[in-house]
């Protein structure tokens, strides 16, 4: 593995106010299409046109009038930034350090089109719990390669695979040799690589991203199982134009998610919708600002391009013989665009120490059901710690 001797530096987001002005007047010049022709009572296929028309004004009203940006950075800035390069490439992580003598490393890895938005707050609780019985860490959030501060990559190559190395370099370079891990989506994946590849630096895994070999049989599945593996199969056919756009042609996408400000909250609000656990709008359980955070440092790093391109590198490549045998602990949301059923992931995860399916939630937990998010998350990494002495 390539190490590189460069050193880790401190880092403020401090976007140019010329860069919110730009911003608040493409949103005031905006040209939006007529309104869908689905036109529905809310939580009755009000959606299935994509993002209405009104939902969408309303949000860019509040974007362009009331949306505080400053608040966000500041936000990044107390947890604490920071910047390194690994392998010719710079990268952005968040890393708040426990005051617990006993306190594990962790690393938590974000997916698309999420960002180090998704944690930033659970990250203090997990650092300093306010009760000692509850496991503590040391938080390290890093910026996925092309996303947000981090370094856009220039050439092919930066996979899942390349990026759970880079994540090992990284946690070393901060004097983790050995750590937790965890995520979902895109960071689910990485982290099952994290766990497969790397075992001597990785104590364990948490992820609501399970994903057994393929080919496997339905038979001896439970009801709700198979209802998991037809839920998901229906994804993929029917709901996943996003993913094979980006896989294939991430740069045609790319000009207008870095173009338009209207285009980009678009294309990734129709995913905070459709992936959470809500009977209409994303904004019954996630608020707003902490949705326009995520989509305005999309904006102000002009990364959807680059985001998107992680599709392209990695979609449909987590290799079929990976085994996972650090031990795992593995929660499924009810309303995730993808769920495994046990017996498919005991197949790849060969140490599984804690199963759990929540009654709610879906692809963003721990925006949607924080609270609870970080109970589970601490009760999956304790019992990972406890079966790894």
């Known amino acids: 593995m390539s190490r590189s001797t460069t050193a880790v530096q401190a880092f403020e987001a401090h976007a140019p106010e010329a860069d919110l002005d730009d911003l608040r007047a493409r949103l005031a010049a905006a040209r939006l299409p007529e309104a869908e022709t689905v036109r529905a009572a809310p939580g ?21 009038t009331g949306y505080d940006w400053r608040a966000f950075e500041d936000r990044l800035n107390r947890i604490g930034q920071f ?37 930033v707050d659970v990250v203090d609780e997990l650092a300093d719990p306010q009760e000692a019985a509850p496991p503590a860490f040391h938080v390290v959030v890093p910026s996925l390669p092309g996303f947000g501060y981090s370094d856009k990559p220039a050439t092919t190559g930066w996979g899942t695979e390349k990026i759970a190395g880079a994540w090992v370099d990284l946690m070393g370079r901060l004097g983790y040799g050995r750590f937790l891990a965890h995520g979902g989506d895109w960071g689910g994946n990485i982290t099952t690589v994290l766990g497969g590849r790397f075992p001597a630096h990785v104590l364990g895994i948490h992820t609501t991203f399970a994903e057994g070999p393929p080919g496997l049989p339905t038979d001896g599945l439970t009801a709700l199982e198979r209802r998991w593996t037809e839920e998901t199969r229906d994804f993929w056919h029917h709901r996943a134009a996003y993913a094979k ?16 400000p209207v285009g980009l909250l678009a294309w990734i609000l129709d995913k905070f919708a459709e992936w959470s656990d809500t009977e209409d709008s994303p904004f019954e359980t996630i608020s707003r600002d902490r949705i326009l955070d995520d989509v305005t440092l999309y904006w102000l790093t002009r990364t959807g391009a680059s985001a998107a391109r992680i599709y392209y590198e990695s979609h449909n490549s987590l290799d079929p013989e990976l085994r996972v045998d650090v031990p795992s602990a593995i929660s499924m949301y009810p309303r995730d665009i993808e769920k495994c059923p ?17 009654e709610t939630g879906g692809h963003f937990p721990s925006l949607e059901v ?8 601490r009760e999956g990494l304790a019992a990972v710690l406890a079966a790894g002495r």
């Open 44 to 64: 009755s296929r009000r959606w299935d046109q994509g993002v209405p028309l009104a939902d969408l004004a309303e949000v860019v009203d509040y974007w362009r």
């Open 83 to 119: 910047r390194t390069t690994v392998d010719g490439l710079g990268i952005h992580f968040l890393h708040r350090r426990s005051a617990r003598a006993d306190a594990t490393p962790l690393i938590l890895t974000h997916g698309w089109p999420g960002s180090i938005a998704e944690f």
């Open 245 to 260: 756009q980006q896989a294939t042609r991430p740069q045609t996408i790319g000009y207008s998610l870095v173009d338009s």
């Open 342 to 358: 046990r017996p498919w992931a005991r197949e790849r995860y060969r140490q599984i120490v804690r199963w759990r399916s929540p």
């Open 370 to 377: 924080p609270g609870y998010f970080v109970e589970d998350l």
